[in-house]
T-cell receptor
Framework: DAKTTQPNSMESNEEEPVHLPCNHS???????IHWYRQLPSQGPEYVIH???SNVNNRMASLAIAEDRKSSTLILHRATLRDAAVYYC????????????FGKGTKLTVNP | DVKVTQSSRYLVKRTGEKVFLECVQD?????MFWYRQDPGLGLRLIYF???????EKGDIPEGYSVSREKKERFSLILESASTNQTSMYLC??????????????????FGPGTRLTVL
């Protein structure tokens, strides 16, 4: 299974941008990159996904490196509600449908 | 909105008891998953199912079994609960992905979790 590597934790100040990195050097050509986050005492929730091009939605932006071996989730203005564990995962095509979650990055947002 | 519900938010059982954790989704999804989550270890996949009566082992299936008799329901069974199975259990579902179709962009939907304590 393709694996991802993320920092264990990051810290940010409220209203500042946050860049959460993810390395996925063994990504295959057709794997989608998905990001989820888990707020305290809740199940994970979807944030954003992409394949090759950068993506924006109301929650965040996803910047994907040209070689696709890394990506960055961008929160443009962090709020206290963004404090969560962020997971970067790869959705494999063909074969098993299972997704592999790593340990994620715990984001702390300071007021 | 997709809803994934789990039978209990909190559960306390004794060592040796048989424990059933139920998960129901209302969006006709083919794939369903059971994870456990422990501090410092992230989410670990226990079992998943891609169709009724079909199941596959995840990364940590030992001590667990599953049942999928109906498409919308996926049960996790602890045949004889042990203290090391104290954990947060999360159920998830998403539709079947096919080739390069847009379904590969579908997201996985999680339930709220069941915090199981085995005494």
């Amino acid at each position: 299974d393709a694996k991802t590597t993320q920092p264990n934790s990051m810290e940010s100040n409220e209203e500042e941008p946050v860049h959460l990195p993810c390395n996925h050097s063994t990504i295959s050509g057709t794997d989608y990159i998905h990001w989820y986050r888990q707020l305290p005492s809740q199940g994970p929730e979807y944030v954003i996904h992409g394949l090759t091009s950068n993506v924006n939605n109301r929650m965040a932006s996803l910047a994907i490196a040209e070689d696709r071996k890394s990506s960055t989730l961008i929160l443009h203005r962090a709020t206290l509600r963004d404090a969560a564990v962020y997971y970067c995962i790869l959705r494999p095509q063909g074969g098993s449908e299972k997704l592999v979650f790593g340990k994620g990055t715990k984001l702390t947002v300071n007021p | 909105d997709v809803k994934v519900t789990q039978s209990s938010r909190y559960l306390v059982k004794r060592t040796g008891e048989k424990v059933f954790l139920e998960c129901v989704q209302d969006m006709d999804h083919e794939n369903m998953f059971w994870y456990r989550q422990d501090p410092g270890l992230g989410l670990r996949l226990i079992y998943f199912s891609y169709d009724v009566k079909m199941k596959e082992k995840g990364d940590i299936p030992e001590g667990y079994s599953v049942s999928r008799e109906k498409k919308e329901r996926f049960s996790l069974i602890l045949e004889s609960a042990s203290t090391n199975q104290t954990s947060m259990y999360l159920c998830a579902s998403y539709p079947l992905g096919v080739g390069f179709s847009q379904k590969y962009t579908d997201t996985q939907y999680f339930g709220p979790g069941t915090r199981l304590t085995v005494l």
